[in-house]
T-cell receptor, first 114, second 115 residues
Framework: ETGVTQSPTHLIKTRGQQVTLRCSSQSGHNTVSWYQQALGQGPQFIFQYYREEENGRGNFPPRFSGLQFPNYSSELNVNALELDDSALYLC?????????????FGEGSRLTVL | QQQVKQSPQSLIVQKGGISIINCAYENTAFDYFPWYQQFPGKGPALLIAIRPDVSEKKEGRFTISFNKSAKQFSLHIMDSQPGDSATYFCAASNSGGGSNYKLTFGKGTLLTVNP
């Protein structure tokens, strides 16, 4: 069983730029969620995708957007980067068919905005 | 508004001791309470989870105690080992049916187990 994989693992951008982060969900999982984890904080929910549609969104501005593809992989796009966007971005996959609600997280993409 | 409050922020325990981490929540619609363990450079991994229809769940050395009336839950790690040294997060969600498992996390507890 292949776990959740994210790319890139690290990247550095400057303020105002745009970034795309990618996630491959665990085999058999059809739901992908994205979380932002600032240094020393717990993960914060950005949004979730199910059947290629956004299915719930946290308190993040529209410049945070996403996509889910037919193979259930996903992208997180952030436009007009700000210094406060520096964080670890975590992708988590789950199966809508499971009642446990368990999320399987990837190792994250660490974004630094200068 | 912080919906899940976690304490302590950090905890140092001797090998073989008991580690206790506490969380309190505000949203009475929450019906799923997992604990995640995160090692440096890794993503969080599910440790143990509980639903409000039971007051305690035990898996090996890890136990969740749940108090619905007080809106509190805690993680107990028995016989703590140096390999347990990690950051622990409590979380909560309102499953609401279907696939919408949005987790609200606490701020985390850095556990250090000294040999």
């Amino acid at each position: 069983e292949t776990g959740v994989t994210q790319s890139p693992t690290h990247l550095i951008k400057t303020r105002g730029q745009q970034v795309t982060l990618r996630c491959s969900s665990q085999s058999g999982h059809n739901t992908v969620s994205w979380y932002q984890q600032a240094l020393g904080q717990g993960p914060q929910f950005i949004f979730q995708y199910y059947r290629e549609e956004e299915n719930g969104r946290g308190n993040f501005p529209p410049r945070f957007s996403g996509l889910q593809f037919p193979n259930y992989s996903s992208e997180l796009n952030v436009n007009a980067l700000e210094l406060d966007d520096s964080a670890l971005y975590l992708c988590a996959s789950s199966s809508s068919g499971r009642a446990t609600g368990e999320l399987f997280f990837g190792e994250g993409s660490r974004l630094t905005v200068l | 508004q912080q919906q899940v409050k976690q304490s302590p922020q950090s905890l140092i325990v001797q090998k073989g001791g008991i580690s206790i981490i506490n969380c309190a929540y505000e949203n009475t619609a929450f019906d799923y309470f997992p604990w995640y363990q995160q090692f440096p450079g890794k993503g969080p991994a599910l440790l143990i989870a509980i639903r409000p229809d039971v007051s305690e769940k035990k898996e090996g050395r890890f136990t969740i105690s749940f108090n619905k009336s007080a809106k509190q839950f805690s993680l107990h790690i028995m016989d703590s080992q140096p390999g347990d040294s990690a950051t622990y997060f409590c979380a909560a969600s309102n499953s609401g049916g279907g696939s919408n498992y949005k987790l609200t996390f606490g701020k985390g507890t850095l556990l250090t187990v000294n040999p």
